[in-house]
């Protein structure tokens, strides 16, 4: 699944290789990922012309002349920017664009097209509510976010409402590189504990972003991301050592969630 690091660099790329372009020609083969009609989804984007893409969680979404186009893989996907006779075996959406150049979407199970008009963006309820980007969090905004609260740490940093971007594959680095146990409640964090995991989530998506992301994800071009297994210190670890006291990583529920954590570095 596509989390904060995949998001933002397919929006990097769509800046670099979409800006400008017309679109020209819309195919839908899947209407149930729209949230309008195929009738209204064309009549918003034929003829509009790319401007800036950004990451919003785990959401593309891209400014155009006439409105905003909202897409979100869901459990995954592809979106590949491809000449127009080579398309991929699989797509449910396709942008062509005047140059011969097509951008196909698919997606792996179930994912969002969306189209927003002009100054619309606040009513969309999907994006309106999520929290604020994971990595655009200041050190300070982050105290705040977490003052007062109850509840554990690991729920609060997957509720795309409080904090957005951070999902099931990144989680258990993140808590490890803070040394955070994934119940610990957050009501006992400590200053210092907060700072740590502020870093840890900004040099995890980092260290990924830089690679190109997930390998198990393709970029607009068709390409696989760098980051795999090789990168994780923890998660997906388990009956390993761990990388900085050697204990073995433990495969551990917790509450609805797996986990996957080191018992002395993440101690209760
Ligand atoms: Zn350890």
Redesign the pocket.
Known sequence: MPELPEIFCRAREMNESLRERVITSIEVKQPQCLNVSVEAFEAGLLGSRIDDTHQQGKWLVTDTSQGHLLINLGMGGELLLVERHALPEKWRIRFDFEDGLTLAINFWWFGNVHYVEPGGLANHTMTAKLGPNAMDVTVDEFHALLAGRRGRIKSFLLDQSKIAGIGNAYIHDIL?RAGLHPLRSISTLQDQDIDLLHQSIQDEFRRSIAKGAANYELNLLGARGGFGAQDLL?GYREGKS??????L?EKQKTGSTTSYI?????AM
């Open positions: 490890f923890v761990c990388p900085v006291c050697h204990a990583i080191c018992p002395q570095c993440q």
